[in-house]
């Protein structure tokens, strides 16, 4: 089984420095003013122990002498697998993706072993969504018939070089899966029936993408479920799990909204939207902490681990 990537990063981060010929104590005084605690847990990374920050191991990486993009990508890779759900079997082996009652119950209870119970809050989520992969993608340009709460899937169908390979027709693969449900004083009177929140995100999203220099709104189309709100997390969760979107792991940001005035100034702006340049109110926020060229080198190697090519 391969390694995580946390596990990797502090067994390169050890061997750059056996390579260099160090010890911790002499790796230590060159990467001031970083201290010796921090140090050792970024050569100990692994799951459980923490990952590095971006500065540290770029730190560590110029007192070895060694190139830190590499390991830079590592630190991206093991705080998305710290962040995100491990991906669920293919749609082909739906069975397994159920949870079913524990093989050793307690005593009493062995009608119970290995029992698929469709009423455990899970198996409910999955059928949430199921029955969002199972909907009719529409072009996001088109207003969802209903006005809803509920989860969504925006996919690719056109020919950005760097989304080319997850664009498909059949609408497989989706590039950001959201959920959309009241908020604040809405929340509140949620129970007298839907708010739209549905409909305003997909708004917001067809204005963001209107607003990029080089994404096309003809190219995205959408599947989207109304469902009740206490539904909408867990069916999200699974979906993000089991595909791992681009724009909800890689490229953060697309469902930003302004931040203000007040907060723009001391805000660096996100990923998407220094891949993606266009958003008004992005454009005079700082750089982003990882360049265009970097996320289009770490979209190219996820969408190698997604489809294994």
């Given at each position: 089984?391969?390694?995580?990537?946390?596990?990797?990063?502090?067994?390169?981060?050890?061997?750059?420095?056996?390579?260099?010929?160090?010890?911790?104590?002499?790796?230590?005084?060159?990467?001031?003013?970083?201290?010796?605690?921090?140090?050792?847990?970024?050569?100990?990374?692994?799951?459980?122990?923490?990952?590095?920050?971006?500065?540290?191991?770029?730190?560590?990486?110029?007192?070895?002498?060694?190139?830190?993009?590499?390991?830079?990508?590592?630190?991206?890779?093991?705080?998305?697998?710290?962040?995100?759900?491990?991906?669920?079997?293919?749609?082909?082996?739906?069975?397994?993706?159920?949870?079913?009652?524990?093989?050793?119950?307690?005593?009493?209870?062995?009608?119970?072993?290995?029992?698929?119970?469709?009423?455990?809050?899970?198996?409910?989520?999955?059928?949430?969504?199921?029955?969002?992969?199972?909907?009719?993608?529409?072009?996001?340009?088109?207003?969802?018939?209903?006005?809803?709460?509920?989860?969504?899937?925006?996919?690719?169908?056109?020919?950005?070089?760097?989304?080319?390979?997850?664009?498909?027709?059949?609408?497989?693969?989706?590039?950001?899966?959201?959920?959309?449900?009241?908020?604040?004083?809405?929340?509140?009177?949620?129970?007298?029936?839907?708010?739209?929140?549905?409909?305003?995100?997909?708004?917001?999203?067809?204005?963001?993408?209107?607003?990029?220099?080089?994404?096309?709104?003809?190219?995205?189309?959408?599947?989207?479920?109304?469902?009740?709100?206490?539904?909408?997390?867990?069916?999200?969760?699974?979906?993000?799990?089991?595909?791992?979107?681009?724009?909800?792991?890689?490229?953060?940001?697309?469902?930003?909204?302004?931040?203000?005035?007040?907060?723009?100034?001391?805000?660096?702006?996100?990923?998407?939207?220094?891949?993606?340049?266009?958003?008004?109110?992005?454009?005079?926020?700082?750089?982003?902490?990882?360049?265009?060229?970097?996320?289009?080198?770490?979209?190219?190697?996820?969408?190698?681990?997604?489809?294994g090519r």
């Amino acid at each position: 089984m391969a390694e995580d990537p946390a596990t990797r990063l502090g067994k390169e981060l050890t061997r750059l420095r056996l390579l260099k010929g160090l010890n911790v104590n002499e790796l230590v005084s060159r990467c001031a003013p970083l201290g010796r605690t921090t140090i050792s847990k970024a050569l100990n990374a692994g799951p459980g122990r923490g990952v590095p920050t971006p500065e540290t191991v770029v730190r560590i990486c110029r007192a070895l002498g060694a190139d830190s993009v590499p390991l830079l990508e590592l630190v991206r890779q093991a705080k998305e697998d710290a962040r995100t759900p491990r991906p669920g079997p293919q749609a082909e082996d739906r069975s397994r993706q159920f949870t079913r009652e524990p093989e050793n119950p307690e005593p009493g209870d062995a009608e119970l072993t290995g029992m698929f119970n469709p009423l455990r809050r899970e198996n409910l989520e999955r059928s949430v969504q199921w029955a969002l992969e199972s909907a009719p993608p529409i072009p996001l340009a088109h207003d969802p018939a209903t006005r809803a709460d509920g989860i969504y899937a925006v996919y690719y169908t056109g020919r950005h070089p760097l989304y080319r390979p997850v664009s498909t027709p059949a609408c497989t693969t989706p590039l950001y899966v959201g959920t959309a449900r009241p908020s604040g004083y809405l929340r509140r009177s949620a129970s007298e029936g839907p708010t739209g929140a549905l409909n305003t995100r997909l708004k917001d999203h067809r204005t963001s993408i209107d607003q990029a220099e080089d994404l096309e709104l003809a190219d995205f189309h959408v599947r989207y479920l109304p469902v009740e709100e206490v539904w909408i997390s867990g069916a999200g969760a699974l979906m993000v799990g089991d595909h791992r979107p681009i724009w909800n792991t890689v490229v953060e940001g697309f469902g930003h909204h302004n931040p203000g005035t007040a907060r723009r100034d001391f805000t660096p702006r996100s990923p998407w939207d220094e891949l993606h340049p266009g958003r008004p109110w992005a454009v005079e926020q700082r750089p982003a902490k990882t360049s265009a060229m970097e996320l289009r080198r770490a979209v190219r190697q996820h969408i190698a681990r997604l489809t294994g090519r």
